[in-house]
């Protein structure tokens, strides 16, 4: 598996998970890469990740501001904020909020107690930890406060 940072003429910045570097450039090739914020098709590219690197030797070594030239970092932030509200109404409009009671809803879809269904929620660090045992897969993904998302 192989993932890129993807950016399109719009400005926005999502990742691409693909089999491997054969497979992105199919999928680019064919026009099958569409951007979710605008759903444009052409202008998009690959970009480096947002990760420092050296630019210099070790003693002199600077980290660069903003790793994809000509997009501020405040535009990768704004981004990046928006990215993750797209993802927060998705979750909240196709999954069941359980609250607290995640860890014990997930364990009985888990062992076929309870229907399979989309469940969102919160669980404590001791929950994860036994979900991970039993070998439950879960998502941990960040929401914005209420006042990012206005």
Known sequence: MIVFDLACKCGFLFEGWFSDYAEFNRQKREGELICPNCGGRDGLRKV???VAYQKKALST????????P???PSRMEESVRQTIRSLQKFVEKNF???GS?????TLKIHYGVDEPKNIRGVMTYEEEKMLDREGIQYVKIPFLAKKENN
Not at 61 to 68: G, R, V
């Open 70 to 72: 000509g997009i501020a």
């Open 48 to 50: 480096l990740s947002p």
């Open 96 to 98: 069941a909020d359980v």
């Open 101 to 105: 009671d995640f860890a014990a809803k």
């Open 61 to 68: 070594a600077k980290i660069q501001e903003s790793p994809i």
